[in-house]
């Protein structure tokens, strides 16, 4: 057994959690030694954010006469912290999915030598996926108790956000995940997919104010948005106001967005990696 927890070839066969738990035990060792590089990101960022826009452009927009419209009644700052908790998960998620991934096929070439063991490119998918599930908690775990003091959580209801952000960013890794392992080339798309999906999403998709603000053409164009599901499902789980069908919907989408990332991950694991 190598010493990240992977078994050597010839060694006996692993079942699917086996396997799985083995592919995630390596990436957290990487990650518990080299998590102070991502802290940035993956906290403060967030947390930069709730204070200028929560805290400081926030205190403007509660004197407003037309604020309780846009935010429902409550002050924005409550409006906005959930949803800078799902634009998180997103944000991670998109870079855990793309550089990694095409650095472990391309440069690193650490999937073949996985590979070679009785892992299984589908296991590695699983294990893969589990790992970034993991890491996303872990910062948005960090991101709550960060803003705690702030005021900006209101019950409970944050752990059901926390988990709903969690599942957004999935569904939105899953399928970025796909295409790190198609990609070949040397010159990748991840940085025109952060400017032109991951940044319009975060200002469109209800992250800031209410997209029944935007004109009827963008709304139906910001319901593809899986940052929007996740947002409307976390904001309507940390302030209570979470309705069962809409929040279906809303649940229904991102687990489809995730199945079929996962499906097609699986696919183009094993197209790169069998023989």
Known sequence: MTAHGIAEPGSRALSGWQAMLRVVEGLWIWYRRNWRATAVSNVAQPLLY??????????????????????????????????????????????ESTYPIFSAFRSQRTYWGITATPITPAQLVTGQLVGIALRLTVSATAYVLVIAPFGAIRGPGVLAALVFAVLCG????????????????????????????????????????????????????????????GTELARGAALGTLRLWPAAGHLAYLTALLAVGVLLSRWRFRVRLTP
């Open 170 to 229: 999935m569904a939105f890794s899953a399928p970025l995940m796909a295409l790190a392992a198609a990609w070949k080339k040397g010159r990748t798309p991840f940085a025109a997919i952060s400017r032109f999906v991951v940044l319009p999403m975060v200002l469109f998709s209800g992250t800031f104010f209410p997209v029944s603000q935007l004109p009827r053409a963008v709304q139906a164009l910001v319901r593809i948005s899986p940052l929007w599901h």
């Open 50 to 95: 709730l204070a200028a826009f929560g805290v400081g452009f926030g205190g403007l927009i509660d004197a407003s006469p037309h604020a309780a419209q846009a935010t429902g009644g409550v002050p924005y700052l409550l409006y906005l912290a959930p949803a800078l908790l799902t634009v998180s998960a997103v944000q991670n998620a998109t870079f």
